[in-house]
């Protein structure tokens, strides 16, 4: 039969006519066989997007189901009484399916295998990598010599089927330049390569694996690969993009690898480290991952409406990154070839609705993290002391509120400067409300007559509440932010005495700002910032307890902060009860809370003495404080539907442990589960992909029906589990393995047949020959010229960057290169600072995406701009230098020796004759033009010899072989 | 001689390896499990790897053969330049009707503003009787060469995304700018220039950056070339201190060879790609200074644009838009900051910021349209001016209040004026109308999708069947939602 494989690139097709891949079966398999004829001809219009006439071939019921017609789709058994087989077969054009229109009619053998499937029961099946892995033994192969280990012999029966035959064995400086680029992003030194060669011990080549594996250059370049995926930037993108502290996180990922932190936990510590129990402050920055998605705090913008985009991206990164899948889809309509329905994404989208972060430009929620690691231990309980305390003494708070008697009035008085104030009854309480339009910094003066006959008061209660609360707490309104709240008390003649305030007590234990900070008057302090989802409330505490004698009132001035939220939206309460009670509990010294507020500023005091930087964090909203979370209708969150009552994760998957809490963690736990089908398979094939240049399923990017399937499914399923199994999720012991094949290790060149047969060399024929990455280019260069700073983590740097690129729209935000020789200048390219609207020129040349969103596969490109940069740019030209300086200073010998020593640098190998004599006569005729006119040479070096060796260093630095791995 | 032969014949593997892997492939493929048809699929794009910038023909005779896409950022007030609004000025500082705030969300407007009227004269110009305000005296001596489209419609009403909505067709990061698709589609004349190169004014980027001339998910070779008024015009364009072009040939020589033995020892294609890339980067590093350079432009020329060489400003940018066009550039990208008149100080304010920024396009752009015109090039140019969104009826009244300090409007997304010039639209001609404060459609509303489905029109492609796979789905321009040609403004 002809089997249609849908594809994402023209990779698939140069390799098709070899892949007529049919393992003969006896029963036809639901998923390999009939899904791609769903997909080929019907899903367009009967899928997950449009289900015409009320008919979907994506899911089980619907395609046994009747349809609007009422006539049976699919009768399994019974291929004659199916409407299906009845259109697919018909000559009437007003019957036939595919419509004529829309495609052409299925073809003999497809109409065959689609009876034959009925005929035999119709079993439906899950899309193969919905399905949990299962290992396969290795299978028999021909040739026994050539394997290393079981991978080999996956692709050695493939290569055998098809007639290909692997390569002879790389050489081993070839080999070594290979397995350093790929496993440290680093070239090996000559005396590396020395050692390797004068070796001949039968492990020589794992001692050398166990090296780089080892070496703390590892995480960097693993850590180089996650930033893609975790759409990692030191800006926050969007409308201004201004810098944002998240490095931490960075570091975290480098040492993760170095450490090997198990995949697993790798998984659970990014997604939910916040909620594992005891949390350290290591597992908190792993949170940083989620708070990657982008900012937007250009004026005039919605922050729920970026809250909402940023939480959709966490969705869509989750899928992305864990599970290989696309959900970006689904955000308006179910999936339109996997049965993943509209529903599932909101139901996922509850997982992350929690999170408090709310796209305000201070980041909220963050932690402090001390800039040496060695204090993150005392760091950490030192946080976690000032949340205990805090939830302590607003717990004890929240607890006397409860107990308190609120006495509410029935009448107020109101006025407002920059707002106009109605007073209304609301369950028979009095309410202040603004009517049309409000400024910032309006001034509102409430006069309330004492209720309840109360001859003195303890404490009162402000009221903020949202306007329509019934759609606030899926949709918020702008909050209120009080810049100073003042008490009096109006005698009955008029005379007004100030109330001193002690403290004001938030409904919440950890506000973004000190509510205290209201007492004196500040823009930022007691409030709702910036948005307002539920009835809110602060406790005004005077300093001792309030006479109020007869015929007095209250007055309460709630004076609004004067900036308004993105300089746009000015935050003033527009709806408000107040209350007061003469609980004596509130203003009679309490030690317990004395001693606690000791305790915590003390802890403040100890956190603030330890040199830190922040970095934004997971944390989600106390359960009184929750958001609700609906559907979005065609995926508009102004247009909300249905409540999602509890999240979860899709149904056609493995479901979550059912006793565990719903949340975060357990949705985390859930992904990194060896019973999650994609988990591994993704994560296996990503690592593949960055080792062979191709993964086993083409598509990383998609794992589902409308992705390319595996060219080795069983080997990605064995390595899957193995992955999860023997191998502890360790991703060094799984690089370890695929470094240690045969296949690995063979040489490179790609024989004309081969070229023809496996362009893409997706069976392994011959050994990788991959282009450098961005980052390995510049890496690279700095190691050959000798200039590279090898130093552990930090803030990121400014290397030389040409001028005229940074003009960024945050005039703030400053590049600042350091001077030739300081270090910081010649630090690996993962310590570059990345701004997303203006990226590294080379990293962007060199097809580094600008890390906005998840990306998920660098497409290489081959362009002039690439040739341009490594010959002209001012940090490759200073690379050039420097490899000019080791062959004129480093080599012993004539000008031959030396330039032997600077293309063994470059190129790891060592140069043939001939090409010696073309480098040299290059050098010669430089040499004497730069010798017969000196000035030519300003800017350049002070000596012909030295001119020369720049320019043959430029070349070198340019050699194919020299960016290549 | 044998090395030449040698050359040849790995070209010709390379491309026989890149015929073999186009026509039947993945384009055929790709469409039958999409169940498409190839009569109505998704077009068969292949490029020679060799050369992925080499011109291709379209499906059908185009009119256009390359864009200058004039991008206003900020988003000019069309109610004080194009959009004559009478009943506006009766409305001028009274209430905004209630039925115009209600279901609107707005970037700054508070509560109830108030309306503004036109802060400028208008009048009838030329033989199509086009009104255009006082502040576009030049311009408005060419109403009769551009076609007025008053009904422009976008999604969004921040800039950022507006302007990722404008050119790439999505509001997210991530997706081909027009240029990028078109490029892609139809290669690129001059096989010394990038296909598609972007001109910035106005001393600040737009907001979204260079996304909004990236190539998303297609192959980077098709992203847009900025060209920087400070240092090289096109980045790296210029050798380093000692290295003149005798050098650099000379080192180019060497290194073209010891690749071409890199290449007979690994039989690597990418390996001809890569001498095939550095030749071309050694020839533009030629033509982009001498095609960016304007000094040697004649005195008449530098006085009908008011340019002056060395400057960052719009008109030596649009003198070199007329360069790049005729030295064979697919599409040439400008942005001029500085449109966003909200009134919330004197440079974006309409009685003082956006009074320059009229002045500073007003005689460029004159320019631009007399000097195509008069090369013959405007029959087979298309010209597009307009900004991200347009501007509300109302005065803004940011942090609630009245007003701001000074006069300024708010974003609107529901109606703003684009034109257009040149190749396959209609001259003197103005299409749809807004209502009578000039802040929603009253007919014919053109969306942006419309607009990019008959930019490819023009371009000679079906918007339908200019489609790349990416992440499950046919991406194209103009998305997902149907989007229509404006057969009304095609000549």
């Excluded at chain 1, 729209?809 to 690996?828: C, L, V």
């Amino acid at each position: 039969m002809t089997r249609l494989l849908p594809s994402h690139g023209p990779a698939l097709a140069a390799i098709l006519p070899c892949l007529a891949i049919v393992p003969a079966r006896g029963a036809i398999d639901f998923a390999h066989e009939i899904r791609p004829i769903f997909n080929a001809h019907c899903t367009a219009c009967h899928g997950g997007v449009k289900e015409a006439g009320d008919v979907s071939f994506i899911y089980h019921d619907k395609a046994l189901g009747k349809g609007e017609s009422g006539k049976p789709i699919i009768v399994p058994g019974d291929p004659d009484a199916s409407e299906v087989m009845l259109r697919v077969t018909s000559a009437d054009p007003d019957e036939v399916m595919p419509k004529p229109e829309h495609g052409p009619p299925l073809a003999k053998k497809e109409i065959d295998t689609l009876r034959q499937w009925i005929k035999e029961g119709a079993v439906w099946g899950e899309h193969w990598s919905f399905v949990e892995p299962k290992a396969s033994p290795a299978p028999a192969v021909k040739d026994a010599t050539w394997p290393h280990n079981d991978i080999d012999r996956f692709l050695l029966a493939r290569m055998e089927r098809e007639g290909l035959h692997p390569s002879k064995p790389a050489d081993k400086a070839a080999l070594l330049r290979r397995v350093s680029l790929d496993l440290t992003g680093l070239p090996p030194s000559l005396e590396e390569l020395d050692a390797f060669l004068k070796d001949n011990s039968a492990d020589a080549y794992d001692k050398q694996v166990n090296r780089l594996l080892a070496s703390p250059r590892f995480g960097e370049r693993w850590a180089s690969v996650w930033m893609d995926l975790a759409r990692y930037a030191d800006s926050e993108g969007l409308g201004i993009d201004s810098r944002r502290d998240v490095w931490k996180y960075r570091d975290w990922v480098i040492s993760a690898f170095n450490r090997d932190l198990p995949y697993d936990q790798f998984t659970v510590e990014q997604l939910a480290g916040d909620l594992i129990p005891n949390a350290t402050i290591d597992q908190r920055i792993a949170t940083t991952f989620s708070r990657l998605s982008q900012a937007n705090n250009e004026g005039g913008t919605d922050d729920e409406e970026f809250r909402v985009i940023a939480t959709m991206d966490r969705v869509n990164t989750t899928w992305e990154v864990f599970q290989g899948t696309t959900m970006g889809c689904v955000q308006c309509h179910s999936h339109p070839y996997d049965p993943i329905q509209h529903k599932d994404y909101y139901r996922f989208l509850a997982f992350y609705n929690q999170s408090v972060d709310a796209d305000v430009p201070e980041n909220h929620p963050v932690i402090k993290v001390p800039l040496d690691p060695a204090k993150y231990a005392e760091a950490g309980a030192l946080e976690e002391k000032i949340s205990s305390l805090e939830e302590q003494i607003f717990q004890t708070r929240k607890s006397l509120d409860s107990r308190t008697r609120w006495l509410t009035p029935r009448e107020m008085k109101g006025s407002s400067e920059k707002a106009v104030l109605e007073i209304v009854k609301q369950d028979g309480l009095a309410e202040f409300r603004t009517v049309g339009n409000v400024a910032a910094g309006a001034v509102h003066t409430l006069d309330i007559p004492i209720p309840g006959g109360l001859t003195h008061f303890n404490a009162l209660k402000v009221e903020v509440r949202p306007v329509d609360e019934a759609k606030a707490i899926h949709t918020p309104e702008w909050g209120a932010m009080i810049r100073k709240f003042e008490l009096q008390v109006i005698a009955a003649d008029g005379t007004a005495t100030p109330v001193p305030l002690a403290e004001i007590v938030a409904d919440e234990a950890h506000p973004i700002f000190d509510p205290n900070l209201s007492i004196k008057g500040s823009n930022e302090g007691w409030g709702q910032y910036t948005k307002i989802f539920k009835p809110r409330h602060a406790v005004l505490v005077p300093a001792a307890q309030v006479d109020l004698p007869p015929g007095s009132t209250l007055r309460v001035v709630l004076a609004h902060s004067t900036s308004s939220a993105g300089g746009a939206y000015p935050l003033i309460a527009k709806r408000g009860r107040i209350a007061i009670s003469d609980d004596t509990a509130w203003t009679t010294p309490d030690n317990a809370v004395d001693r606690l507020k000791a305790d915590l500023s003390a802890a403040r005091k100890a956190l603030k003495a330890i040199p830190s930087t922040t970095t934004p964090v997971m944390e989600d909203l106390p359960p009184e404080l929750a958001r609700e979370t609906r559907r979005f209708i065609r995926g508009n969150w102004i247009d909300k539907g249905e409540v999602i009552d509890k999240p979860g994760t899709p149904a056609v998957f493995p479901p979550m442990d059912p006793k565990a809490k719903p949340d975060r963690l357990a949705m985390a736990r859930w992904i990194a589960s060896q019973k999650n089908p994609l988990t591994a398979r993704v994560a296996v094939n990503r690592f593949w992909l960055e080792l062979f240049g191709v993964g086993i399923v083409p598509t990383p990017e998609d794992f589902g029906s409308a992705g390319e399937r595996p060219t080795h499914p069983e080997l990605l399923d064995t390595l899957a589990v193995r992955f999860e199994t023997d191998m502890k999720w360790s991703v060094k012991s799984l690089l370890h393995e695929l470094v240690s094949t045969a296949a690995y290790q063979q040489d490179s060149a790609i024989p004309t047949t081969l070229a023809e047969r496996d362009a893409d060399n997706r069976l392994l024929a011959r050994g990788p020959r991959q282009r450098l990455t961005g980052e390995m280019a510049r890496d690279n260069s700095l190691a050959v010229a000798g200039l590279i700073q090898q130093r552990d983590g930090g803030a990121p740097v400014n290397p030389p960057i040409p001028d005229g690129v940074w003009r960024p729209f945050d005039s703030g935000d400053k590049w600042m290169t350091p001077e030739p020789g300081s270090p910081d200048r010649y630090r690996r390219a993962v310590y570059t600072y990345w701004k997303r609207s203006i990226p590294y020129p080379t990293f962007a040349t060199f097809d580094a995406p600008s890390r906005e969103l998840c990306s998920k596969r660098r497409i290489l490109s081959n362009t002039p701009l690439q040739a341009l940069a490594v010959l002209n740019d001012p940090a490759f030209n200073e690379c050039a230098k420097g490899l000019a300086r080791r062959m004129k200073y480093e080599a012993q010998g004539d000008v031959k020796e030396r330039l032997a020593l600077g293309y063994r640098l470059a190129t790891s190998r060592p140069a043939t004759p001939d090409r010696i004599e073309d480098l040299n006569a290059l050098y010669t005729k430089l040499e004497k033009s730069y010798a017969a006119d000196p000035a030519s040479m300003q800017g350049m070096a002070g000596t012909p010899d030295g001119a020369a060796y720049t320019v043959v260093a430029s070349v070198l630095l340019n050699l194919d072989e020299a960016l290549i791995r | 001689m044998f090395q030449q032969l040698q050359t040849e014949k790995l070209q010709h593997i390379t491309r026989r390896r890149f015929l073999r892997d186009c026509p039947a492939g993945i384009g055929a493929l790709w469409m039958a499990t999409q169940g498409l048809s190839s009569g109505a699929g998704r077009l068969k794009i292949s490029h020679d790897p060799s050369a992925p910038l080499a011109p291709l023909l379209p499906s059908f005779a185009p009119k256009a053969k390359r864009v200058i896409y004039l991008h206003m950022d900020g988003a000019p007030s069309q109610l004080e330049l194009f959009d004559y609004k009478p009943q506006l000025v009766r409305y001028n500082g009274k209430e905004c009707p209630k039925e115009y705030l209600e279901g609107q969300r707005f970037a700054f407007i508070q509560g109830v503003p108030k309306m503004l009227g036109p802060q400028f004269e208008f009048k009838q110009h030329g033989q199509s009787g086009a009104w255009v305000s006082d502040r576009l005296p030049e311009f408005s001596k060419h109403v009769d060469k551009v076609c007025f489209i008053k009904t422009m419609q976008t999604d969004q009403f921040n800039h950022g995304p507006a302007q990722l909505l404008l050119h790439t067709g999505n509001q997210n990061l991530g997706y081909p700018a027009m240029g990028s698709w078109l490029t892609w589609g139809l290669g690129t004349d001059n096989q010394n220039l990038p296909g598609f190169m972007v001109l910035i004014s106005g001393g600040r980027f737009p907001r979204a950056g260079a996304s909004l001339w990236g190539s998303g998910f297609l192959p980077s070779v098709y992203q847009g070339v900025q060209c920087r008024s400070m240092g090289d015009p096109i980045l790296n364009t210029a050798n380093p201190p000692g290295v003149s072009r005798d050098i650099r040939r000379a080192a180019l020589d060497t290194l073209s060879k010891l690749n071409t033995k890199a290449h007979e020892d690994f039989g690597d294609p990418e390996t001809i790609t890569r001498i095939a890339q550095y030749e071309m980067a050694y020839r533009m590093q030629v033509s982009v200074p001498d095609v960016m350079s304007i000094k040697d432009e004649p005195a008449h020329i530098h006085e009908m644009y008011g340019t002056q060489p060395g400057k960052d400003s719009f008109a030596n940018n649009c003198l070199l838009a007329r360069r790049l066009a005729e030295s064979g550039v697919r599409f040439i990208q400008l942005f001029d900051w500085g449109w966003d008149s909200h009134g919330s100080n004197a440079g974006e304010s309409l009685t003082d910021g956006f009074v320059k920024k009229c002045k500073d396009i007003d005689k460029a752009i004159a320019a631009l349209l007399t000097d195509l015109d008069q090369r013959g090039m405007l029959e087979d140019t298309l010209v597009v001016w307009g900004g991200e969104f347009g501007r509300t009826p109302m005065q803004e009244n940011r942090g609630g209040g009245d007003g701001n300090k000074f006069t300024g409007r708010d974003h609107n997304p529901n109606a703003f004026t684009i034109w257009m010039a040149g190749a396959g639209v209609k001259p003197g001609f103005t299409y749809g109308e807004t209502d009578e404060m000039g802040y929603h459609v009253a007919r014919d509303p053109v969306h942006l999708r419309d607009l990019h489905a008959t930019m490819l029109n023009l371009f000679g492609f079906d918007h339908q069947r200019l489609s790349y796979p990416f992440q499950g789905l046919e991406q194209k321009l103009t998305g997902v939602k149907p989007a229509k040609v404006v057969k009304g403004i095609l000549a």
